[in-house]
T-cell receptor, first 115, second 114 residues
Framework: AQSVAQPEDQVNVAEGNPLTVKCTYS??????LFWYVQYPNRGLQFLLKYITGDNLVKGSYGFEAEFNKSQTSFHLKKPSALVSDSALYFCAVRTPDSGNTPLVFGKGTRLSVIA | DTGVSQDPRHKITKRGQNVTFRCDPI?????LYWYRQTLGQGPEFLTYFQNEAQLEKSRLLSDRFSAERPKGSFSTLEIQRTEQGDSAMYLCASSSQGDNQPQHFGDGTRLSIL
């Protein structure tokens, strides 16, 4: 069975500093990995995905993520945090090798960027 | 480009009542998904459609839950005989065909059971 772990419930960072939100996954087969962001009372917004190829993936709003197969990780990063980045972040995985598998989400990490 | 639309945004009902939610996906998307999200958790998969065919259902989807997508466009999710534990945010998402395609989410329907 596939699963995602986001080990930090909360990440606090000062505005202008780099941020990292951690994600590790467990799958049998090759993973498709996704990051989403959720603002209060809103649905999830897609940020970026890793399918294949270059391990460093760039996405929306200056976010990027690095796929590390040996560590089964897909950490989300941004070089310089903004107060407006404060939100709930979800990592998700699916394995296309297993047929019609749904997206499996982590529990989420709340990011607070402090001015 | 209109996104995924869900209606209503909020629903408050008494335990035991039936409720129905609607989702209008992005028009060119043939896949449609329903998720449930409770406080402090990520979305949990309920079911998905490819066009009008319901291809997968989670074990979370008890027999009180039914979903339809009659013409492969909008979808409805009905919960019969609601229980306190059904209180949650119900999210709809749509995507193009292909497992590598991102899902685009609506803003959800928040259900509160009194």
């Amino acid at each position: 069975a596939q699963s995602v772990a986001q080990p930090e419930d909360q990440v606090n960072v000062a505005e202008g500093n780099p941020l990292t939100v951690k994600c590790t996954y467990s799958v049998s087969g090759n993973p498709y990995l996704f990051w989403y962001v959720q603002y209060p009372n809103r649905g999830l917004q897609f940020l970026l995905k890793y399918i294949t190829g270059d391990n460093l993936v760039k996405g929306s709003y200056g976010f990027e993520a690095e796929f590390n197969k040996s560590q089964t990780s897909f950490h989300l990063k941004k070089p310089s945090a903004l107060v407006s980045d404060s939100a709930l972040y979800f990592c998700a995985v699916r394995t296309p090798d297993s047929g019609n598998t749904p997206l499996v989400f982590g529990k989420g990490t709340r990011l607070s960027v402090i001015a | 480009d209109t996104g995924v639309s869900q209606d209503p945004r909020h629903k408050i009902t008494k335990r035991g009542q039936n409720v129905t939610f609607r989702c209008d996906p992005i028009s060119e998307h043939n896949r449609l998904y329903w998720y449930r999200q409770t406080l402090g958790q990520g979305p949990e998969f309920l079911t998905y459609f490819q066009n009008e065919a319901q291809l997968e259902k989670s074990r979370l989807l008890s027999d009180r839950f039914s979903a339809e997508r009659p013409k492969g466009s909008f979808s409805t999710l009905e919960i019969q005989r609601t229980e306190q534990g059904d209180s949650a945010m119900y999210l709809c998402a749509s995507s193009s065909q292909g497992d590598n395609q991102p899902q685009h989410f609506g803003d959800g329907t928040r259900l509160s059971i009194l």
